[in-house]
């Protein structure tokens, strides 16, 4: 099979599980105690024929099968609904709302691994040394904090305390300087960065922790491969036995846990979101869960799956293309 | 919590079934003793040992400590009765309102008194209780929560590796479905869908045991996959024994200890896990003393005023599953000689 046909392969074998994500949501949403216009006008007194009138309005008052075909004929068509409490096409404010959480689960990814390879790469190099210890405490500590407790604590260091850098919300850096009320894209530019950092740690700390124990393990491991020892036994510089040898056949592992940890990540962004009162997803989902907001609920939840399944066919695709030995595809 | 400790009493027969046939259970009993002196000798899983084994004796002393105070003085609000109990002050119990001293630094800073070593909280609780009373939230929780997904997953994992086949995919494809979705998403989803608007700490319970099955299914079928393989699975077959049986005697059993080992690392990930639903509010309810539900309140208004209500909670978090990670990966290690460190 060549590459090309691995993606289509891979990119067919996520329907089912898009279609799982869609039938579990839909059925968690519909099948609970309590219908949900009732649930939706919490508590005041329903006058039957409102209630009825909503049902019929929404199509709600149809059998399940019914509703759930209406649901999936739309979601065909990106039609992920009609949020009634807000009076407004769920699409749009997955819209809307995306920007703010792509970025800091980038810019989380960014930092982890930006940290997370070097560190494991030395701990490695070094292993059993004092700097090895230290950044295996590192690890376990990361593994160990919730990633909102982290930024709780960054808040009140950086901008309770010192007051250097700013506690809540971000600087959206693809929106004109204008409407944020900077004078030029640099300071624009500057202050989206600096509300960034913060939040970008918090979420990202998690991440590092496990990639830099993979990386070392991983690092550990090839460090011990024949061609490696034959490459020491010819004289190569360890640098390049590092760089060259070793450093390539490290990273596939680290790329599946990339993907698989998206879900971790896209989680914790509800976290963050609400510690740093960021206006992304998180909050969304926060907003529709107090609201009983179902359409919204099941959107946000469709998409975040849909995001982890495309992110994990991503990586598995890239992990094809690094690596000369992966045969893809074929099943045992 | 006491149903949930109890709870627990009865899940643990079942950690091992095999235990009626002798030879096996030779067999196990060296293994776990190995295990243990090899844990004895490793540093850091002594320490991570000795972490959990501190803070499962708080929790079930807090669990006992507050069971007297319900079983002596009926309403646990009630609070000078509450204030009675010989050691701690009851963690619900809110002073009167001539003697709050509401957001008291603890006893190191200017200002802070012995009688609360970690200060009060907003409404005047002493913290020390409170963070005290939350390590009985946190642990059985973790742990309850766990156990249901280590049973699900076994029970999910075991037929489906046992079966193969179409049982197999449809499982595994439901599995792979339920991983998408990111857990925290999928357990508050759960919380509020199946509490109808008013969570709880046992729909949290439940619906983070729910989530963590596929985890475990994985695991334990990709052992059972081999398991069943062996010729005493066979033999069972021609003896006529009833896949049900094989399954309960002879595959689970001997698939089940690497899940042992993940089930103690994954006790910190539920920790984690419940700490932030009650941060997000779909936790425990106030007045519960809850770690998460602490930063909860301790968010926001109070990180300029008094950050010792930020401080505490997440401290006791991080040293909690600290623990439970440093013992879980001392028990990998002993287990898997491959990994040397």
Known sequence: MGLLKYTIYRLLQAIPVLIGISIITFLLANLAPGDPVRLMLQGQQADEELVRTIEQRYGLDQPLHVRYWNYMTGLVQGDLGYSIHRDRPVSELMLERAGPTLLLVLSAYVFAIVTAIPLGIIAAKRRNEPTDHISRIVALIGVSTPSFWIGIMLIIIFAVQLGVLPSAGLVYPWQPPEAAGHDGYLEHWIESIRHLILPMIALGTLQMATLMRVERTQMIESLQEEYVKLARAYGVPERTILRKHAFRSAQLPIITIIGLNLSTALGGAVLIETVFAINGMGRLFIEAIQQLDYQLIMGVTMVLGAIFVIGVVITDISYAYIDPRVTYGERE | ?341
């Open chain 2, 1 to 341: 919590m006491a149903t949930t400790e109890s709870q627990l009493e009865e899940q643990q027969p079942s950690v091992g079934p095999g235990e009626d046939e002798a030879d096996e259970e030779v067999e196990t009993r060296v293994g776990w003793r190995y295990t243990l002196a090899k844990i004895k000798r490793d540093a850091t899983a002594r320490i991570g040992l000795y972490i959990v084994a501190v803070v499962l004796f708080i929790a079930t002393f807090a669990a006992i400590d507050s069971n007297v105070a319900r079983l002596t003085f009926g309403a646990v609000q009630d609070y000078p009765a509450a204030r009675a109990l010989p050691i701690f002050d009851h963690p619900t119990a809110i002073p009167p309102p001539g003697e709050a001293n509401a957001n008291a630094p603890p006893a190191f800073v200017d200002g802070g008194t012995l009688s609360h070593p970690l200060g009060t909280d907003p409404q005047g609780r002493d913290y020390f209780t409170r963070i005290v009373y939350g390590s009985q939230v946190s642990v059985s929780v973790g742990i309850v929560a766990t156990a249901i997904g280590l049973i699900g997953g076994t029970i999910v994992g075991a037929i489906s590796g046992y079966y193969g086949g179409k049982v197999d995919d449809v499982l595994m494809r439901l599995v792979e479905t339920l991983y998408a979705i990111p857990p925290l998403v999928l357990i508050i989803v759960f919380i509020v869908f199946l509490s109808g608007g008013s969570p709880d700490i046992r729909y949290a319970i439940v619906g983070v045991g729910i989530t963590f099955i596929p985890v475990f299914a994985r695991i334990i079928r990709s052992r059972v996959l081999s398991v069943r393989e062996m010729d005493y699975i066979e033999a069972a077959r021609a003896a006529g024994v009833k896949d049900r049986n094989i399954i309960r005697r002879h595959v689970i059993p001997n698939s089940f200890s690497p899940v042992l080992v993940y089930a103690t690392l994954q006790i910190g990930v539920t920790i984690l896990t419940v700490a932030g639903l009650s941060f997000l509010g779909y936790g425990a309810q106030p007045p519960t003393p809850d770690w998460g539900e602490m930063l909860r309140i301790a968010h926001g208004r109070y990180m300029h005023s008094n950050i010792w209500l930020s401080i505490w909670p997440g401290l006791a978090i991080l040293v909690t599953i600290m623990g439970f990670n440093l013992f879980g990966d001392g028990l990998q290690d002993a287990l898997d000689p491959r990994i040397k460190n």
